[in-house]
């Protein structure tokens, strides 16, 4: 059996984070949906990192709000990392874990488009991977400086794509992981 070389990395999508104020939600949740049923029925690993932001926040461990949503939850076999900074790689144990395995891809999808997917983009291009960001499976809410909208199409189109990662579309993601199945 051979190494898959790309896993889905399912990034806080928390039921704090997962609300209306999201940008295209019923996409986003359609998306991911998607994309975590292709990648389960071939052979694709997925992975979830949640955040903790600690004690007196209602995103963090033993809180409702910390709990992975409902349409997203992980199998029993399925690894999750917890982190309480923006990189799913700083002091997870998700770069070792990855390492260990050979991975060489990783399909990267959740939230915020603008601070923990950014972060994990970047520092997941910085330890080698190549790092597939699929249309619409990644989502943030309005900021002081730009519209979920705006700010969503700033990273996806103009800054990740042909810099820090492939950006593609979900059909052609699905398609792509059928390439990776190990027999």
Same mark, same amino acid.
Not at 37 to 49: G, N, Q, W
Not at 61 to 67: A, L, M, T
Not at 140 to 151: F, H, M, Q, R, W
């Given at each position: 059996m051979e190494v898959n070389e790309v896993v889905l990395l399912v !990034?806080?999508?928390?039921?704090?984070?997962?609300?209306?104020?999201l940008y295209d939600l019923k /996409? =986003?949740?359609?998306?991911?949906?998607?994309?975590?049923?292709?990648?389960?029925?071939?052979?694709?690993?997925?992975?979830? !990192?949640?955040?903790?932001?600690g004690a007196g926040s209602d995103l963090t461990?033993?809180?409702? /709000? =910390?709990?992975i949503y409902e349409d997203f939850k992980p199998s029993e076999k399925e690894q999750v990392f917890v982190k309480n900074v923006n990189s799913s790689f700083r002091q997870t144990g998700l770069l070792e874990y990855l390492k260990n395995k050979n991975e060489k891809e990783i399909i990267v999808v959740g939230l915020q488009t603008d601070k923990c997917i950014d972060a994990t983009i970047k520092c997941g291009f910085e330890h080698g991977f190549n790092m597939i960001v699929p249309a619409k499976a990644n989502s943030?809410?309005?900021?002081?400086?730009?519209?979920?909208?705006?700010?969503y199409k700033y990273y996806n189109e103009f800054m990740w794509n042909g810099r820090y990662a492939e950006c593609v579309t979900v059909d052609s993601m699905i398609k792509k992981m059928k390439s990776h199945i190990s027999i």
């Open positions: !990034v806080d999508t928390q039921i704090l984070l997962v609300n209306n104020g /996409g =986003f949740i359609k998306n991911i949906k998607d994309l975590i049923s292709a990648a389960r029925d071939r052979s694709v690993e997925v992975i979830y !990192v949640i955040h903790d932001d461990q033993g809180k409702k /709000g =910390f709990e943030t809410i309005d900021n002081e400086y730009l519209s979920a909208k705006d700010s």
